[in-house]
Structures are given as C-alpha cells and as structure tokens.
C-alpha cells in the first residue's frame, strides 16, 4: 500500500500532474544529453512511444570562455583565480568535488556526519555549501550559516587540503580542471550531465524526486559512479535526517579516490570516454549539432504550416 504523502494531493502534486498533462500534449521534447549516452532510451522514446525528441546537450559546452564557466548568469561567492590556484597545487586526479545543487534537502546533523567523513578519508576536497535546512526551531527554516565541527575548517584550510565555498561556485571551471578526481552530488540532472562532460567519476547520494532514477542510470547503465548507499527519499511532507554517517562517508571517498582495483579504474576509463563522446555530440557534424539544426528546421517547417504557406 502507498503511503498517505504518495496519495495525497496537494499543490505539489497537482503541478506534477499538469506537467506530465503537458509533456504528453506537446509536439515534442528538446533534451539537455546527447544520444550517444542513452541511446537505446532514445530510439525507444521515438520508435515505440512514437514522440519526437532532439537531444542537443551538453548544453554546458555553450560556455565557451572562462567568465561564462564561471558566472552563468549568478556571480560566485569565491574569486576563481584563486580557486584554480588551489587546485594548480594539487596532483592530478586527487581532489574530491562535492555539491549537492542549490536546493538541498539536507539537515546540518547531516551537514556534520559529512564534515568528519571527509577529514577521515583524508584525502583533498572541495565542498560548496549553499544554503542548508535547519530543523532546531519548529518552523523549518533555510541559512546561510552552517555550523561545521569545531576547528574543521582551520584544520583543513591550514593544511591546504580542503577548500569550503559559500554560496555559488565556478562548478564548470573545478570539474575541468586535472585535479579533480571525482564529484559527490544529489545526482540532479544537470549535475550529472556536467559530470559526464567533465569525464570524472562520480559518488552518488540522491534525496528526492528523480533523483534516485538518475542514480539507477550512471550506476547500473553507463557504470561511472560509486553510490553512497542513501536510500531514504524526502518527501516535502517528512523532516529529513541523517541517513549517511560519517564511517560511510570516509570509506566511499577512500575507495573511490584512493583505490586502484579494477572497478574503480574502469570507472575512470568509461568516464573519459563519456567526456569524449559528449565533446564530438557538440562539435559540427556530431549528433548534438545536428539535432539543433534539425530541431530549427522542424520550428521553420512548423512556422509554415500555421501561417498557411502549405
């Protein structure tokens, strides 16, 4: 039997409703991905379920020059000359990049259990942290303050082997850059695709919605990620609480940045082929650059038929 927050119905799930009524009206379905990395999903999406889709991702290698990579329409809370310098100083493929996106549904006992898993992994990261929800008072509320483990951040930031960012950060520039080994995230779409791009494995900790979809894919289809073992999905109506302790936290970085079996390496081999498939799909004559002159021809065509030309 479902549970009560499932079948409810609230404005939640009226707009899931309504966008679902949309998308199955619709004409077609332009795709933040590229063909190359679900292929069999797309081919079945427009020979069995007979609608049109063009995928024309990664839409982030429309960034071109750094100051695009770096702002994208939001400025940074960190200068990102002197994030690449940081990463500059460290050896290639050691680093761990974590973000969990700009709405995270993540508690600050949670926000803690990560703090002292990733000092005990001891291995380098850099950890964006946006806004957090705090569940100490009865009203749920969003700050911008997380309180971290006493001296963590003097500790790590003295040794050089952590950077802690506030707010937004130049996601594009860090995945890119040599030193960055893997990428921790909420497995949100966007994240993933720029974590395909960048050609790094990735640890997966999904929250809600599809995000544990998401995770099913990276893990079980294209094989370049590592899970973190959450399986508790945050319904809007439930407080979220830790779910992850610090123990696991540690042991998943470990082995994933630190190891040298042959999972762990082929991770690292498919990722870097992903990376590649993903920059021929955006280049003239790939499948990308093609579906968005083909997507252009279909709204000319389109354009005619209404305006009664045929």
């Known amino acids: 039997m479902l549970p009560d927050y499932v079948k409810a119905e609230n404005g939640f799930t009226l707009f899931l409703n ?21 292929q069999a999903y797309a081919d079945y999406f427009q020979k069995e379920m007979k609608r049109k889709t063009w995928h024309i ?40 990049y ?16 990560i703090a002292h898993g990733l000092e005990a992994s001891n291995h380098p990261f850099i950890w964006v942290i946006g806004r957090i929800l705090d569940y100490s008072s009865r009203e749920k509320q969003q700050v911008e303050s997380v309180l971290l483990p006493v001296g963590f951040e003097e500790r790590v930031t003295k040794s050089k082997r952590g950077l802690i960012i506030r707010g937004w950060a130049p996601q594009l520039l860090i995945l890119e850059h040599p030193a960055v080994g893997a990428y921790m ?26 995000q544990f979809y998401n995770e099913r894919f990276i893990l079980n289809v294209i094989r370049v990620a590592i899970s973190m073992g959450n399986e508790h999905w ?32 082929g991770m ?16 003239e004559g790939g499948s990308s650059y093609a579906n968005v002159d083909a997507f252009i021809a279909e709204l000319k065509s389109r354009r005619k038929i209404q305006d009664g030309h045929l």
């Open 185 to 210: 995230n909420h497995c949100g779409w966007n994240s993933i695709i720029e974590g395909v791009t960048a050609g790094v494995p990735m640890i997966t900790w999904p929250f809600s919605s599809e």
């Open 268 to 283: 690292r081999k498919r990722a870097a082929e992903y990376r590649d498939k993903a920059m021929r799909a955006f280049e």
């Open 18 to 38: 309504e966008a679902l009524e949309g998308e199955i009206k619709s004409y077609g379905i332009v795709v933040n991905s590229f063909y190359e990395l679900e």
């Open 98 to 113: 974590i973000s969990f996106g700009s709405m995270p549904r993540i508690t600050s006992a949670q926000v803690l259990e």
């Open 57 to 96: 991702g990664p839409v982030s290698l429309h960034n071109r020059s750094n100051i695009d990579k770096v702002e994208r329409g939001i400025k940074t809370s960190i200068d990102e000359h002197s994030c690449l310098n940081w990463l500059d100083s460290r050896e290639p493929n050691s680093v761990l």
């Open 234 to 265: 945050v319904p809007l109506t439930e407080l979220p609480r830790v779910t992850i302790k610090s123990e696991k936290v540690a042991k998943v970085v470990k082995r994933l940045m630190g190891s040298e079996e042959a999972e762990v390496l």
